[in-house]
């Protein structure tokens, strides 16, 4: 339990984060300032493969893949959207596995995302950006985002083993790790302003309530 001294010393961020309750569209928004164990870790990684953001995300990106029959080895029509969708869910859910459970619990880091306070457009770009190489351990130090960095890594990686064989090569897994990072870029604006558009969705200010 958090005592109103250490309220009071936190910083406005923390504050904020501290009195958020987890979102079922971003679990991995951080709802509390308090260091994971690598149980929470784990559980982490299972609430981000199944969350409202990458299912709806994945849907997207396989009916654009499916419009544009890519990749080519998954053909078209009936067959080939189920493919791309089962596969685009194994990329995500390997890549958490990797990132948030396996890799943020050996190397000691937080794999959840902390919001800015009331941000700013030019900081949420800034902030999104910086987030993708900058982390935080389990300490609060500032470290580089090995968890965020290697795990889209590992999981594309991975994918090969099920990936049409046409598009297996290195140049096409490195593609699809360049498009992990800048969907997670722009994930992370979201998640920048996700606390104070659920607040405003729910008429409440953003300090007293969660998102969703």
């Given at each position: 339990?958090?005592?109103?001294?250490?309220?009071?010393?936190?910083?406005?961020?923390?504050?904020?984060?501290?009195?958020?309750?987890?979102?079922?569209?971003?679990?991995?928004?951080?709802?509390?300032?308090?260091?994971?164990?690598?149980?929470?870790?784990?559980?982490?990684?299972?609430?981000?493969?199944?969350?409202v953001h990458t299912i709806v995300w994945s849907t997207l990106g396989s009916l654009i893949g499916q419009a544009?029959?890519?990749?080519?080895?998954?053909?078209?029509?009936?067959?080939?959207?189920?493919?791309?969708?089962?596969?685009?869910?194994?990329?995500?859910?390997?890549?958490?596995?990797?990132?948030?459970?396996?890799?943020?619990?050996?190397?000691?880091?937080?794999?959840?995302?902390?919001?800015?306070?009331?941000?700013?457009?030019?900081?949420?770009?800034?902030?999104?950006?910086?987030?993708?190489?900058?982390?935080?351990?389990?300490?609060?130090?500032?470290?580089?985002?090995?968890?965020?960095?290697?795990?889209?890594?590992?999981?594309?990686?991975?994918?090969?083993?099920?990936?049409?064989?046409?598009?297996?090569?290195?140049?096409?897994?490195?593609?699809?790790?360049?498009?992990?990072?800048?969907?997670?870029?722009?994930?992370?604006?979201?998640?920048?302003?996700?606390?104070v558009v659920s607040a405003k969705m729910q008429h409440r200010p953003p300090t007293r309530g969660a998102p969703?």
């Amino acid at each position: 339990m958090v005592t109103q001294a250490e309220n009071a010393a936190m910083k406005p961020v923390e504050l904020f984060n501290l009195l958020e309750r987890k979102s079922i569209v971003f679990p991995d928004i951080a709802s509390s300032t308090r260091p994971l164990s690598p149980g929470q870790k784990f559980e982490l990684f299972v609430d981000n493969s199944i969350s409202v953001h990458t299912i709806v995300w994945s849907t997207l990106g396989s009916l654009i893949g499916q419009a544009d029959d890519s990749p080519t080895g998954y053909g078209v029509g009936g067959i080939g959207y189920p493919k791309r969708l089962g596969s685009s869910l194994a990329r995500e859910t390997s890549g958490e596995f990797f990132g948030t459970f396996v890799i943020a619990s050996a190397l000691h880091e937080d794999p959840r995302f902390f919001p800015e306070y009331n941000p700013t457009l030019k900081h949420t770009l800034k902030h999104s950006l910086r987030r993708l190489f900058v982390a935080r351990n389990d300490a609060g130090a500032n470290v580089v985002n090995m968890p965020g960095l290697l795990g889209p890594l590992l999981g594309e990686s991975l994918a090969n083993v099920y990936w049409p064989d046409r598009n297996r090569t290195v140049g096409d897994t490195l593609f699809r790790y360049g498009l992990d990072l800048a969907s997670r870029a722009a994930g992370n604006m979201f998640r920048e302003y996700w606390p104070v558009v659920s607040a405003k969705m729910q008429h409440r200010p953003p300090t007293r309530g969660a998102p969703h």
